[in-house]
T-cell receptor, first 112, second 113 residues
Framework: SQTIHQWPATLVQPVGSPLSLECTVE??????LYWYRQAAGRGLQLLFY??????ISSEVPQNLSASRPQDRQFILSSKKLLLSDSGFYLC???????????FGSGTRLTVV | AQSVTQLGSHVSVSEGALVLLRCNYS??????LFWYVQYPNQGLQLLLK??????LVKGINGFEAEFKKSETSFHLTKPSAHMSDAAEYFC???????????FGDGTTLTVKP
């Protein structure tokens, strides 16, 4: 069966510290992968997407970066966190525009 | 370019009453439309989708939505609300560019006993 794993579930990090969030997909090959951020009471903002290994597209200039070292692994990183990086981060995958997304369970990041 | 507008950030209904959550979209190509549900501190779950064909689509948990091209709308309905329907609902549109989806700001549904 197809599943998506995202970890950690919660994270509290000091300003200026690094960040690494990981997402892995099982049960499918060559998925499109996405990182979204959800601010409190607001919709989802697309941060990065990837259509293949090593192919990363950024939607919004920011303090974050993404990598896809393997077909079903997607990593969100930062070298130095800002307070404004706090939020709920969601990883998602799909095999095509008409299929809809399958989301991970999310990571609640609080930068203090 | 594509966009989604959800009318009403909060909707409150009584248990057993009709649920109507409104969504209007803008898309330069024939759209794929989706409704997702999110429970607190969880990821989003796909409720239903419209791709082509029948304009009335049925999803999980008794929800359905109707695609109206002339009104650029994709409203979500459920005939009788249940307490377990209380959650946040997101409408989304996707296009051919890498399957990227654009989401509305969400509607929080409250169900009163």
């Amino acid at each position: 069966s197809q599943t998506i794993h995202q970890w950690p579930a919660t994270l509290v990090q000091p300003v200026g510290s690094p960040l690494s969030l990981e997402c892995t997909v099982e049960g499918t090959s060559n998925p499109n992968l996405y990182w979204y951020r959800q601010a409190a009471g607001r919709g989802l903002q697309l941060l990065f997407y990837s259509v293949g290994i090593g192919q990363i597209s950024s939607e919004v200039p920011q303090n974050l970066s993404a990598s896809r070292p393997q077909d079903r692994q997607f990593i969100l990183s930062s070298k130095k966190l800002l307070l404004s990086d706090s939020g709920f981060y969601l990883c998602a995958w799909t095999v095509g525009a008409s299929y809809g997304y399958t989301f991970g369970s999310g990571t609640r990041l609080t930068v203090v | 370019a594509q966009s989604v507008t959800q009318l009403g950030s909060h909707v409150s209904v009584s248990e057993g009453a009709l649920v109507l959550l409104r969504c209007n979209y803008s898309s330069s190509v024939p759209p794929y439309l989706f409704w997702y549900v999110q429970y607190p501190n969880q990821g989003l779950q796909l409720l239903l989708k419209y791709t082509t064909g029948a304009t009335l689509v049925k999803g999980i948990n008794g929800f359905e939505a109707e695609f109206k091209k002339s009104e650029t709308s994709f409203h979500l309905t459920k005939p009788s609300a249940h307490m377990s329907d209380a959650a946040e609902y997101f409408c989304a549109v996707s296009g051919p560019n890498a399957g990227k989806s654009t989401f509305g700001d969400g509607t929080t549904l409250t169900v009163k006993p």
